[in-house]
């Protein structure tokens, strides 16, 4: 699985997820990663903004989300995500076909989304 931040800056942040993506695993990401990176751009003064998947929801992440501190823009409608999402794979599917060789395919995936991501920014 992938998962995927846009900044206010209009960069993207991805991190592929090998395994199930639980609350746990979410609320981990959310300490060693995304709030790493929005206090190095930001400060301690930034708003996130989340869509509706269901770790987003639980009250185990929204506890987390208050105790830490962390703002949160109420408007799920005016997410951009889905959109970052149509141009990533736009721009990931055009091209050749990848191999079916399993270790080599998921090599080239990864290569692919960094390089699709990497031209974004």
């Known amino acids: 699985m992938t998962w995927l931040m846009s900044l206010p800056n209009g960069l993207l942040f991805y991190k592929l997820i090998a395994g199930k993506f639980n609350?746990?695993?979410?609320?981990?990401?959310?300490?060693?990663?995304?709030?790493?990176?929005?206090?190095l751009n930001f400060g301690n003064d930034f708003w996130l903004q989340e869509d509706n998947a269901s770790n987003h929801k639980s009250a185990k992440v929204k506890q987390f989300l208050l105790q830490s501190s962390i703002n949160i823009l109420k408007w799920p409608d005016l997410n951009?995500?889905?959109d970052i999402w149509?141009?990533?794979?736009?721009?990931?599917?055009d091209g050749p076909?990848?191999?079916?060789?399993?270790i080599y395919y998921i090599n080239q995936l990864k290569k692919k989304l960094k390089n699709v991501i990497d031209d974004i920014n």
């Open 80 to 82: 951009i995500t889905e």
């Open 86 to 93: 149509k141009l990533i794979s736009e721009q990931f599917y």
């Open 97 to 102: 076909q990848f191999l079916n060789i399993f």
């Open 23 to 39: 609350l746990d695993s979410y609320i981990d990401m959310m300490k060693i990663s995304v709030l790493a990176i929005m206090k």
